[in-house]
């Protein structure tokens, strides 16, 4: 009995402490993103999208889990059941189609960059988000109507999706719900990978092969090819790093074995192409979310073929820990984009700092106060 009473006592802390941050940490993004007007974003919006889904965790599903371990039964009827189980899916499905909303802007806004403001217009993005809402609404009702039903699951404290009581509805939803938007997100960040290696190994030769200008002239025929590419780097590099400055000059050179070539001047801080360090980071930070989403769910996934195919119930250890895994990819999300966007760390800074003791608040954090106390 000791050794049952301390295993219940560490679920229920695990799970307070997973519900808690999480719900702050989540609630933190919004408040950050409406106080930061450049936080305002079309890739924040579907940022947003997912912190919903994460926030619906923490208040509907964890909650009523600590209460489900504490008395050891589900107390609150079948209809909170079936309503709790829908809500459960609800957020699992719009956690993923909002994952994969995103990897597709991101791989517009860099690989398609030059329809990236007809495609992302301010209203066509809002319509997207809704439609990931839609869609996850309409993917997670077929238990209403008889494919697959809603259940309490003893080994989990929760409610959640029977899955022996249909396997075909399992498999629509490992491959609708989960492989198609994982798909997609590794379509997308593959050639954004691709687009921008490539790219800046082409500005390096490019750069490599400068040589002092001669007298300027009107190019060539032959030049305007690589006069095509090169107005398309300057583009590219106003589009994605438009405090830096790019120069482009064409100069008719010597042919060398009968070929005519083109000059490439480059002018930029870091004289090297590339995304500005935060969107660089940015788009590494959400694949860092894609991993840890997979990471997560991957357990929970994996028992949902044991409960359809193996006779017997799972033993507890293994289901509370999926579903803690699951839980814990809601409280993982704030922490990552606090750690490694410097905008959403400042704001973090900014809501919190000041429960500190001033010995320990960050340095710069302090002298913004001491400069406004000042003033």
Not at 314 to 334: G, Q, T, W
Not at 354 to 366: A, C, I, M, N, Q
Request: charged share 15%; glycine share 2%; net charge positive.
């Amino acid at each position: 009995m000791s050794l049952s009473l301390l295993a219940t006592v560490s679920e229920i802390t695990i799970l307070c402490f997973i519900c808690l941050v999480a719900l702050i940490g989540n609630l933190s993004l919004y408040i950050i993103v409406y106080k930061n007007k450049d936080l305002q974003t079309i890739t924040n919006l579907y940022i947003l999208n997912l912190v919903a889904a994460d926030i619906m965790v923490s208040v509907l599903s964890i909650p009523f889990t600590v209460v489900t371990v504490i008395t050891g039964r589900w107390l609150f009827g079948d209809t909170v059941c079936v309503a709790l189980g829908l809500f459960t899916t609800l957020s699992f499905i719009a956690s993923v189609m909002s994952l994969g909303m995103i990897a597709i802007n991101r791989y517009f806004y860099i690989v398609k960059w030059n329809t990236y403001k007809k495609t992302f217009s301010k209203k066509k993005s809002l319509l997207y988000a809704a439609a990931v809402w839609v869609v996850s609404v309409s993917l997670a009702s077929p238990p209403l109507f008889g494919w697959a039903e809603y259940r309490f699951i003893p080994g989990k404290s929760y409610c959640f999706v029977y899955w022996p009581s249909n396997a075909y509805f399992m498999y629509f939803m490992i491959t609708v719900c989960f492989f198609g938007p994982l798909s997609v997100m590794a379509f997308s960040y593959y050639n954004i990978l691709t687009f921008t290696k490539t790219l800046k190994r082409r500005i390096a030769v490019s750069r490599n092969n400068l040589t002092p200008p001669p007298q300027q002239k009107q190019p060539d025929p032959a030049d305007r090819t690589c006069l095509h590419e090169i107005t398309a780097v300057k583009e590219t590099q106003t589009r994605h790093n438009p405090e830096s400055e790019l120069h482009l000059n064409m100069a008719e050179r010597p042919h060398i074995n009968g070929q005519s070539h083109c000059k490439l001047d480059l002018k930029s801080k870091s004289d090297v192409f590339q995304l500005t360090p935060e969107e660089t980071k940015m788009t590494n930070t959400i694949l860092l979310v894609v991993a840890l989403f997979v990471i997560c769910w991957a357990p929970f996934a994996i028992t949902m073929f044991f409960d359809v195919y193996y006779p017997r119930p799972l033993p507890r250890a293994v289901d509370i820990v999926s579903l803690l895994l699951s839980y814990l990819n809601s409280m993982c999300n704030p922490i990552l984009y606090g750690l490694r966007n410097s905008a959403f760390k400042q704001g973090f800074l900014d809501l919190y700092s000041r429960f500190l003791p001033e010995r320990y608040r960050p340095t710069h954090v302090t002298l913004l106060e001491v400069n406004a106390n000042a003033s």
